[in-house]
T-cell receptor, first 110, second 113 residues
Framework: LAKTTQPISMDSYEGQEVNITCSHN???????ITWYQQFPSQGPRFIIQ???TKVTNEVASLFIPADRKSSTLSLPRVSLSDTAVYYC???????????FGSGTRLLVRP | DAGVIQSPRHEVTEMGQEVTLRCKPI?????LFWYRQTMMRGLELLIY????????DSGMPEDRFSAKMPNASFSTLKIQPSEPRDSAVYFC???????????FGPGTRLTVL
């Protein structure tokens, strides 16, 4: 599976838009990009998944450029409750394997 | 809807003791996963069951670890004997199918003294 690189940590303020970029230079043709969120003392929670271009749901948007070597998770107007660790995971279609890296620790300040 | 249920939420034991962690997957889910999370190694897959059958146990650290799934609504992860290096948070997750979204439980924080 493709190796990923994400910022170790990010700081933001309530109401701001937060963009977390993940690099995955050697992503395979059949890899999807999946993002999970983990709050303190909880298990990871699926946020969004995409293959290319843009995907949006009620929680976030995911932007994947044409070369698919990176992806950007966009959280609109964050609140204090968005403080969490965010993981970017390339995931092969039809595979159960989730390879979690170190993630990005997002701190939202008042 | 009830999510994945794990028990106990916290476990403190002494080295050498047997530890049993329990998981009840979401009803209707056919796939069950056990993960371990530590600061040093992050989140690692230990074992994966599909329709109650172990499919991939390559992540199980050693023979001291064993997992069972006697039926579709219950699984256990047992450590015998436990060691301090087993201290971690153990998560159970389930999904409807092998490659579908995995839903994680709240985890069991294990401390082995």
């Amino acid at each position: 599976l493709a190796k990923t690189t994400q910022p170790i940590s990010m700081d933001s303020y309530e109401g701001q838009e937060v963009n977390i970029t993940c690099s995955h230079n050697n992503i395979a043709t059949n890899d999807y990009i999946t993002w999970y969120q983990q709050f303190p003392s909880q298990g990871p929670r699926f946020i969004i998944q995409g293959y290319k271009t843009k995907v949006t749901n009620e929680v976030a948007s995911l932007f994947i450029p044409a070369d698919r070597k990176s992806s950007t998770l966009s959280l609109p107007r964050v609140s204090l409750s968005d403080t969490a660790v965010y993981y970017c995971l390339p995931r092969k279609d039809s595979s159960y394997k989730l390879i979690f890296g170190s993630g990005t620790r997002l701190l939202v300040r008042p | 809807d009830a999510g994945v249920i794990q028990s106990p939420r916290h476990e403190v034991t002494e080295m050498g003791q047997e530890v049993t962690l329990r998981c009840k997957p979401i009803s209707g889910h056919n796939s069950l996963f056990w993960y371990r999370q530590t600061m040093m190694r992050g989140l690692e897959l230990l074992i994966y069951f599909n329709n109650n059958v172990p499919i991939d146990d390559s992540g199980m650290p050693e023979d001291r670890f064993s997992a069972k799934m006697p039926n579709a609504s219950f699984s256990t992860l047992k450590i015998q004997p436990s060691e301090p290096r087993d201290s971690a948070v153990y998560f159970c997750a389930s999904s409807t199918g092998e490659s579908d979204t995995q839903y994680f439980g709240p985890g069991t924080r294990l401390t082995v003294l």
